[in-house]
């Protein structure tokens, strides 16, 4: 008895923290995985080359959240599966939305369950907003920030002082590194064998490269030498870590909006919205996102 192959997915690709379909970071899109394992999943992320790609299936039993507006999501780099990725979170939030109309949507991840809604903005475009797992933030022993350093080949005195290194995690682990000027965040050449072999060590996604253009408003950059790729264009998850980390070290009040521009020095611009609520402790990471043209 000779069994049928399922027909290979449709695979989406969408643009998020942009209206461009050439800014902010493109994602792939699946918005129906079933029957794919974790090597199928895998191929179709790699084959594609974005930093991430994500898979809907159903939801597991008694998640809870409306019928229809409710999955379980993976996510994986050409190289690996990460536990939770935010700009395809938007991506994919966005994607449904076109389909399904724009309301609530509940994601399962390997981080956990993270609320999503998408609502129509100004221009008649879709804005998602995730909520994110509960955070945390911790330290980094010395000679793993030296090593981040060496790797980023940045001396120790081109650090903000006033903003220290910690790893910060929202559903991913980032370790957060900020300049002392915008100079030194423009000028990323690093070694990514290096950096890569320190992050699988201390199970971080990216890092998160900063520089405080004023008390809300951030340029950051992303390197992901562990997923395949040199830099991420627009990074949700590690922008809801950041977010964590300032509230947590109290450089920022809540409420707050906080603005992170990302995607500047590769090309893809792309912008982020953070906001911290004073009754909870958790971060919600906004942005817009379109559909990529075939071809584009």
Excluded at 65 to 88: D, L, N, Q
Excluded at 113 to 138: I, K, N, Q, W
Excluded at 214 to 229: E, I, W
Excluded at 255 to 277: A, C, F, K, N, Y
């Amino acid at each position: 008895m000779t069994t049928t192959p399922r027909p290979r997915p449709e695979v989406l690709r969408y643009t998020a923290f942009s209206r461009d379909p050439d800014g902010g970071n493109p994602a792939g899109v699946v918005l129906d995985a079933t029957g794919l394992d974790d090597a199928g999943q895998l191929a179709i992320a790699a084959e594609l080359g974005y930093s991430e790609t994500a898979f809907l299936t159903a939801p597991p039993e008694g998640l809870g959240g409306e019928p229809g507006r409710t999955f379980t999501a993976r996510y994986f780099s050409p190289k690996t599966e990460v536990p939770f990725c935010g700009h395809a979170t938007i991506a994919t939030a966005i994607a449904l939305a076109s389909q399904i109309g724009p309301g609530d949507l509940l994601l399962s991840t390997r981080a956990g369950t993270v609320p999503v809604t998408v609502t129509r903005d100004a221009s008649g475009g879709y804005l998602a907003t995730l909520t994110s797992v509960e955070p945390e933030v911790t330290g980094i022993a010395d000679d793993d920030l030296a090593e981040a350093l060496a790797a980023l080949s940045w001396p120790a005195g081109d650090l903000d002082p006033e903003l220290p290194p910690r790893i910060a995690y929202a559903g991913a682990r980032h370790l957060v590194l900020a300049a002392a000027g915008r100079a030194r965040l423009a000028d990323l050449d690093y070694d990514f064998e290096r950096l890569a072999a320190l992050m699988r060590r201390l199970d971080l996604v990216t890092l998160q490269l900063v520089w405080r253009e004023s008390a809300t408003v951030f340029h950051v950059r992303d390197p992901f030498p562990v997923g395949g790729v040199v830099e991420d264009p627009a990074t949700g998850a590690a922008a809801a870590a950041f977010g964590a980390y300032l509230r947590t070290l109290g450089l920022v009040e809540a409420p707050v909006e906080l603005t992170l521009h990302q995607g500047h020095d590769m090309g893809r611009p792309g912008l982020i919205t953070v906001s911290l609520h004073s009754d909870d402790p958790f971060v919600r990471v906004s942005g817009t996102g379109v559909r990529i043209p075939d071809g584009g």
